[in-house]
Structure formats: structure tokens, C-alpha cells
């Protein structure tokens, strides 16, 4: 049975760096036999989280996801930095995910989506950090959700320099970097109970 790895940007931006660097993940881990789904948090579109609104029934995409995180026994997210931190789309996410679904058999269990999934972070930016400062406060959300971090993580500086017109790396440092969080998703999401 293939190893079932989600890729996903926390940037719905066209042209996104990150969503490039998701793309390329993507096509490496098919490469080495992975199966792996690539989301595009752009066809599950959510309201800013709110009780409220969460009140008068979880939206259906926010359902939808919260079963494909929970099918995953490893995720690649692709950060982008926002003003030293991740994104409001990313949080604005897994705070629906995270959300228990009141009298719900399956969903009633907020961490159910997240407990035990192994996760790689990986970043782009144009700048010289690649987007590195949205990676720590992004590693203490998911480990607050019992998720396991990779001890690799990898952000892509001058990104807009980084792939050639094939989309093939043109540093071998990048390549090197990306490969080590992957090899360490597939490795952990391998072994560690979920």
C-alpha cells in the first residue's frame, strides 16, 4: 500500500511562490512512488471562523476537509510569510478543521483530524529568509494539535530564482533541503502511531 502524503500552500495566490514549491513536492514524491493529493485550499472556500456561524452548522467544505487531513498520514505544507507569521488563510483553516462538530460520531473529536499526522514545513519567499518566520509559529499550532513536526525544515530564499523554465531546481542547496523534509514525512508518517 502506497503512503498517502497532502500537499498544500497556505496561499491561494496565483503565481504563488509557495504554490509553485507545493507543485514541485508534489511531482518529487510521486517520483519515489508516493501517493500523494495535492490541495488547493482555493476549492474549499471558508467564512472567517465564528462560533456563531459555527452554531448554525459547520460548513461543508470545512467537513470535507477535516476528512482529507484525517486520511493523510503525512502533510507538506508550504508556508508563506505574512508579516512574520503564517498566513490568515492557513489559520483561518485549521481552525475550522480543529473544530468539533457537536453530536457528531466522527467529528465530535477535535483532534481527530490532526492527532499523530506527520508534518514537513517548508517555505518560499523572494527574500533572503525564504519566509522562515512563518515556520516556528506554525510548528507550535500543529504540535498544540498533537500533530509531529519534522525536525528538517527547509525555506526557499530567492525563490524567484529557483527553478529553471522546465521547473527543474537551479540550486542544488534548494533540492537538497526540500528533499530532507520529505524524506523525514515519509519516514515518520511510516512508523509513528496514529
Same mark, same amino acid.
Request: glycine share 8%; with cysteine.
Given at each position: 500500500?502506497k503512503?498517502?502524503?497532502?500537499?498544500?500552500?497556505?496561499?491561494t495566490?496565483?503565481?504563488?511562490?509557495? /504554490?509553485?514549491?507545493a507543485?514541485?513536492?508534489?511531482?518529487?514524491?510521486?517520483?519515489?512512488d508516493?501517493?500523494?493529493?495535492?490541495?488547493n485550499?482555493?476549492?474549499y472556500?471558508?467564512?472567517?471562523?465564528?462560533?456563531?456561524?459555527?452554531?448554525?452548522? $459547520?460548513?461543508?467544505? @470545512?467537513?470535507?476537509?477535516?476528512q482529507?487531513?484525517?486520511?493523510h498520514?503525512?502533510?507538506v505544507?508550504?508556508?508563506?510569510?505574512?508579516?512574520?507569521?503564517? $498566513?490568515?488563510? *492557513?489559520k483561518?483553516?485549521?481552525?475550522?478543521?480543529?473544530?468539533?462538530?457537536? /453530536?457528531?460520531?466522527?467529528?465530535?473529536?477535535?483532534?481527530?483530524?490532526?492527532?499523530?499526522?506527520?508534518?514537513?514545513?517548508?517555505?518560499?519567499?523572494?527574500?533572503?529568509?525564504?519566509?522562515?518566520?512563518? *515556520?516556528?509559529?506554525?510548528?507550535?499550532?500543529?504540535?498544540?494539535?498533537q500533530?509531529?513536526?519534522?525536525?528538517?525544515?527547509?525555506? *526557499? @530564499?530567492?525563490?524567484?530564482?529557483?527553478?529553471?523554465?522546465?521547473?527543474?531546481?537551479?540550486?542544488e542547496?534548494?533540492?537538497?533541503?526540500?528533499?530532507?523534509?520529505?524524506?523525514?514525512?515519509?519516514?515518520?508518517?511510516?512508523?509513528?502511531?496514529?
Amino acid at each position: 500500500m502506497k503512503q498517502k502524503i497532502l500537499v498544500f500552500a497556505g496561499s491561494t495566490r496565483q503565481g504563488s511562490f509557495n /504554490g509553485r514549491l507545493a507543485d514541485t513536492v508534489t511531482r518529487q514524491l510521486r517520483e519515489q512512488d508516493v501517493e500523494v493529493t495535492r490541495l488547493n485550499l482555493a476549492d474549499y472556500p471558508l467564512p472567517i471562523y465564528n462560533a456563531d456561524l459555527e452554531r448554525e452548522g $459547520t460548513p461543508v467544505q @470545512a467537513l470535507q476537509l477535516k476528512q482529507l487531513f484525517h486520511e493523510h498520514a503525512g502533510w507538506v505544507i508550504c508556508s508563506p510569510e505574512y508579516n512574520g507569521s503564517y $498566513t490568515g488563510l *492557513l489559520k483561518n483553516t485549521i481552525d475550522w478543521i480543529s473544530s468539533p462538530v457537536k /453530536g457528531d460520531p466522527q467529528w465530535q473529536d477535535a483532534l481527530k483530524p490532526f492527532a499523530g499526522k506527520v508534518v514537513g514545513l517548508l517555505s518560499a519567499s523572494p527574500g533572503q529568509l525564504g519566509g522562515l518566520r512563518s *515556520l516556528d509559529p506554525l510548528m507550535l499550532l500543529l504540535a498544540n494539535l498533537q500533530c509531529w513536526v519534522t525536525p528538517a525544515r527547509y525555506a *526557499l @530564499a530567492q525563490a524567484h530564482e529557483a527553478w529553471d523554465a522546465q521547473g527543474q531546481w537551479m540550486r542544488e542547496r534548494d533540492a537538497n533541503g526540500v528533499r530532507a523534509v520529505l524524506e523525514q514525512v515519509i519516514w515518520g508518517s511510516q512508523r509513528l502511531p496514529r
